[in-house]
């Protein structure tokens, strides 16, 4: 019983990590209908600003706030100037973009930062928490501030005019232009949040993860998952699915025999294609009801 | 009377490199209620499509004054054109409420937009028993009042209606209708309708003009329209 408790604190401790990346996939997917590879790239470039600008002997704070800023403007201003030229163009024509821009960060990181591994600092501590040995003070740390990540954007999409605008851009954009709304804007925000929210999982997961250019590789790959499995078009379920993912995976590894370590990978995939099959609108997702 | 509200010369209409419009000319006056009739595929929602700037145009469209061919389609609803789509455009997964908010989402005034949202539901008792209600769960009908009401949150000067009597009921159209005439006669809303429903939309309307495969084949007074041997065999069917 105490392995299974321990188990799952330390699922959740990771699963925190899942839920971070999610919550910035689901963001890009509200506002852009199709799913950002480059999204793990864009975190982990944000992350190294921060790394940079502590170097240049900034406090933690400052720099952390400084960088989500910085990574809005870039986001807005990858829209604006990559895609927004591509607005009329087909998905795989996106898609190539998408993936031009993950090599092209990946590869720029690791020629301005190189490809050493960098500690990076956690405001929280590493400590254990209450001294349990089960989740320390950053696991702690990084679900919390997920959690409000989480609040702000609900808070956000509820009661301001501008996040009730976003969901319509993203239900109807051509009703949304019917009455009004400055679509391409809209997107160029999204964009902008996206960006902002992968730049706070990034610093939130480099402590763990050690920050190198190829750092969210595997992650966003498990971020994916947990957007699925909650359903890509809900904050709140890509919270709970990035939870649920990391511990499924930790428990799978220790008590089904043979899947261990090594097949880690393999249960968030399995997990993709078992929701896609049972309900492919994810857990919270909602299907869309029509009455004509 | 002064100009037309809306006045329409020359206007071609692009899907691609098909020309589906040939230069129509045809106005709505302030104040006024104009029908364009047709059959299914003559370029009815292709006209206010091209309107409002969701497909390609050439030619001139003078909205009050002021040349419009080419805007956004954001930039024509920020002006004051207000277009209920084919289909209705409802946001079906966002509740009544939210709809209605939407619909004035280029005003800034908090205490205006409450004072015509409660003015709204007076107007339409359906869709305020239903507020919070998804708008993909309504009837037809209260859809398309929906889609009314949400247009009218925009505080249009013109209003574009595509096919408002489409997929409902002949007392539910009549309900429309009767809508439609009352915004028209006591707030003087100018409307530029699309209708396959003659009988209906040649009631309301006091300019007609009669579109076929992108051409304008006939246009006048609504009265005289409704009276010619050929329409009435072709569209009114008596």
Redesign the interface.
């Known amino acids: 019983m105490e392995l299974f408790l321990h188990q799952v604190l330390a699922g959740l401790a990771t699963g925190g990590i899942y839920a971070c990346m999610a919550l910035a996939i689901v963001m890009i997917y509200q506002a852009i209908d199709s799913l950002n590879f480059a999204q793990g790239e864009m975190a982990m470039f944000s992350t190294f600003i921060a790394w940079q600008l502590m170097q240049w002997g900034l406090p933690y704070w400052v720099a952390f706030f400084a960088t989500i800023v910085i990574s809005f403007a870039a986001g807005v201003a990858i829209d604006r100037i990559v895609f927004r030229p591509l607005r009329n163009a087909s998905l795989f024509s996106h898609i190539v973009v998408f993936i031009a821009l993950f090599a092209i960060l990946n590869s720029l990181a690791g020629f301005i930062w190189d490809f050493s591994i960098k500690s990076f600092p956690s405001p929280f501590g590493t400590q254990s928490l209450f001294g349990s040995g089960l989740m320390s003070t950053h696991d702690a740390g990084m679900i919390f501030v997920t959690l409000i990540v989480l609040v702000l954007l609900f808070v956000f999409f509820r009661y301001t005019r501008v996040g009730l605008a976003m969901r319509a851009t993203a239900s109807n954009p051509e009703s949304a232009r019917l009455v009004g709304i400055r679509v391409g804007w809209m997107v160029a925000l999204g964009w902008g949040m996206a960006a902002a929210i992968g730049a706070v999982a990034g610093m939130l997961i480099a402590p763990v993860v050690f920050l190198e250019p190829n750092m969210m590789l595997s992650i966003l790959l498990y971020g994916f998952a947990a957007a699925v499995v909650g359903g890509l078009n809900s904050p709140l379920g890509a919270v709970v699915g990035g939870f649920a993912v990391g511990v499924i995976e930790n428990l799978a590894g220790t008590f089904i025999p043979y899947v261990g370590r090594e097949l880690k990978l393999t249960i968030a995939l399995t997990l993709i294609v078992a929701v896609l099959t049972l309900k492919p609108s994810g857990l919270f997702g909602r299907a869309i009801v029509n009455r004509v | 009377m002064t100009g037309p509200l809306l006045s329409v010369r020359g206007l071609n209409a692009f899907y691609g490199e098909t020309q589906v419009l040939q230069g129509l000319d045809f106005e709505v006056a302030d104040g006024g209620v104009t029908a364009l009739l047709g059959a299914n595929g003559a370029g009815k929602t292709s006209t206010l499509r091209a309107l409002?700037g969701?497909i390609r145009a050439t030619g001139d469209i003078f909205f009050s004054g002021l040349s419009i061919c080419g805007r956004?389609?954001?930039e024509v609803?920020?002006l004051g054109i207000?277009?209920v789509?084919e289909g209705r455009?409802?946001?079906?997964?966002?509740t009544v409420d939210?709809n209605l908010?939407?619909?004035a989402?280029?005003r800034g005034d908090r205490a205006g937009i409450a004072a015509d949202m409660e003015r709204l539901y007076g107007f339409f008792p359906k869709l305020g028993q239903r507020r919070r209600q998804?708008a993909?769960?309504?009837?037809?009908g209260e859809?398309q009042m929906l889609a009314i009401a949400?247009a009218l949150m925009?505080r249009p000067r013109l209003m574009l209606l595509d096919e408002p009597s489409f997929?409902l009921a002949p007392m539910i159209i009549a309900e429309v209708f009767d809508i439609l005439r009352k915004l028209n006669a006591e707030d003087g809303m100018s409307m530029l309708l699309v209708e396959q429903n003659a009988t209906a939309a040649l009631e309301l309307a006091d300019q007609a003009y009669l579109l076929e495969t992108g051409n304008l084949v006939m246009g006048g007074a609504a009265r005289d329209i409704g009276r010619d041997e050929n329409v009435r065999r072709a569209y009114l069917g008596y």
């Open positions: 409002s969701m956004a389609t954001e609803a920020r207000a277009h789509p455009g409802t946001f079906s997964r966002m939210e908010q939407l619909g989402m280029t998804q993909g769960t309504l009837s037809g859809q949400r925009l997929g």
